[in-house]
């Protein structure tokens, strides 16, 4: 068998896709593991959501609504701009792939930022673009590096808005002053996965953007039901955008791309306020509370705008890592995104959080870290 698959794809390296809870298990030998290393919605999904899913499963044999019209409808109230504006996608990253498939051209060039969501890159290879990518300085995105690598050719720049995995934040001030100083041709797309934890008062104004955009780059933000709203296996993400980059990007959208159970559960979602505010301060509570022990057993806790943060071990992350993994917790290394000293963990339920903290300090006295 000869392949002739092109070097753009030949060359792509797979997403590494973590191993199953069940199978870490049986690896290590462990039982009643807790996961906190994806970042993922602890508290569970919307009862409402779950009930209407549990209603609905009865009509699987009917294709699903191709334009997600009442879900549409109610994202659209949600955030404040008209359902014109609203894209969905199997999850924000089905929208990022929509946003370079209709813009980029092979030999066109995207911005991204190191360590980001590897995801930004990997579309743009596959289009055959050319990926520009600006490191991190000091935890947060480098603007003035990313506008002086602007080029003609520069199509579309991806900024995480919080930063996966550094949970950094950009301020509306020098988000202003970063758009004012590029070309109007570029599209500028915040991944705000975890705005829902941002403070309201320290958010972008995504809609004012939009509206006005006289002299300034057309902005794209790309929302998800996954984190907030704890809705990670069904896969709908969103994205706010002014109508015509909507328009353009319904031309590359495959029909039905939201399954049934997907978009009936999401509209529970949104309809479940005390759900979503018990979230939020649970989330809150826990942060600074992990924060305060996490600083106790002699680490270094950075400061987040998210669900998750980072901590500096003051070791190997990865054999920490591993360490952690035999007393039946799991969470990330960041030895790989080039911080070999520092994990990330979600914000888990009281007893997670408990269990993290016991597990880190035996952990670390055993490895002799601190």
């Known amino acids: 068998m000869k392949l002739l698959a092109p070097d753009n794809i030949a060359e792509i390296v797979p997403y590494p896709p973590g191993k199953p809870q069940d199978e870490l298990e049986r690896e290590y030998g462990i039982t009643e593991s807790i996961k906190l290393a994806s970042n993922e919605n602890p508290f569970g999904p919307s ?4 009930e209407a899913i549990r209603k609905m499963l009865t009509g699987l044999h009917r294709y699903p609504d191709g334009s997600s019209y009442y879900l549409t409808q109610a994202i659209a109230h949600w955030v404040d701009a008209t359902p014109e504006q609203i894209v969905l996608g199997n999850g924000s990253n089905e929208v990022i ?13 995207v911005i991204t930022s190191h360590p980001s969501f590897l995801m930004y890159q990997k579309f743009v290879q596959i289009r055959g673009g050319r990926n520009t990518v600006i490191n991190l ?13 602007t080029t003609k050719r520069t199509r579309l720049i991806f900024l995480d808005n919080p930063n996966n995995p550094c949970a950094t934040l950009i301020s509306r001030d020098k988000f202003m002053n970063f758009l004012k100083r590029l070309p109007e041709t570029v599209i500028v797309v915040l991944d705000e996965a975890y705005i829902d934890f941002v403070d309201q008062e320290k958010r972008i104004d995504i809609n004012s953007l939009i509206r006005d955009n006289v002299g300034i780059p057309a902005v794209v933000s790309l929302r998800t039901f996954s984190k907030a709203f704890g809705l990670a296996g069904l896969r709908v993400g969103f994205g706010i955008m002014h109508l015509d980059i909507a328009s353009l990007l319904h031309r590359v959208r495959q029909p039905f791309n939201i399954n049934l159970p997907a978009q009936i559960g999401a509209l529970a979602a949104l309809d479940d306020q005390e759900h979503y505010d018990r979230t939020m301060k649970l989330t809150k509570e826990g942060l600074v509370w992990l924060t305060e022990k996490v600083k106790a057993l002699g680490c270094k806790a950075y400061s987040s705008h998210t669900n998750f943060f980072l901590i500096d071990v003051q070791g190997d992350a990865t054999t920490l890592y591993e360490s952690m993994l035999y007393k039946g917790v799991i969470v990330r290394s960041m030895k790989a995104y080039g911080f070999p000293n520092y994990i990330r963990i979600t914000i888990g339920t009281n007893d997670e959080n408990k269990r993290f903290i016991k597990a880190l300090k035996d952990s670390l006295t055993e490895l002799g870290y601190v």
């Open 47 to 50: 009862p409402k959501a779950v």
């Open 137 to 149: 300085r000091q935890f947060d995105h480098d603007l003035d590096a990313i506008v002086e690598a």
């Open 97 to 109: 792939e929509f946003l370079v498939k209709a813009f980029v051209q092979p030999g066109d060039e």
